[in-house]
């Protein structure tokens, strides 16, 4: 019996042995396909871009700040793009399908009948 379970723990650790040598030989080919197929070649920097925006133009009189923030407020309201819907029919989801409504009815009766003698 002794001789059966230390067969067995070899065996085991054998076979774990060799799937953690076959990962870590994937992992070293991978490595090395890594570096073979990556280029060495240095890039020129590109030329700096001007990234800077242009002050906005805008004329209010001194007290109509609020009445400008609400106008940006609302045109960003307007503009922006109404939440969709997961599902593009709810209405089938919420009903089902015939053949989900039948098997439903199945269902409940076959409980109903559940612990009844006939």
Known sequence: MVEILKQ????????????????LILWGIMV?????????????????IDVSLPEPV??????????LAAAIAVAYA?????????ASDTQSIQTGSTWLAAGR??????????????
Do not use: D, H, Y
Not at 32 to 48: C, D, G, H, Q
Not at 58 to 67: D, F, K, L, Q, R
């Open 8 to 23: 067995g723990l070899l065996i085991t650790a054998v076979g774990m042995g060799i799937v953690f040598a076959m990962i």
């Open 32 to 48: 090395l396909l890594v570096r073979l197929t990556n280029r060495t070649e240095k890039e020129e920097p590109a030329e700096e």
């Open 58 to 67: 805008v004329e209010t009189a001194p007290g109509n700040a609020s009445a």
């Open 78 to 86: 307007l503009s922006a793009k109404p939440k969709t819907v997961f």
């Open 105 to 118: 009815a199945q269902q409940i009766a076959r409980q109903s009948n559940r612990g009844r003698s006939a």
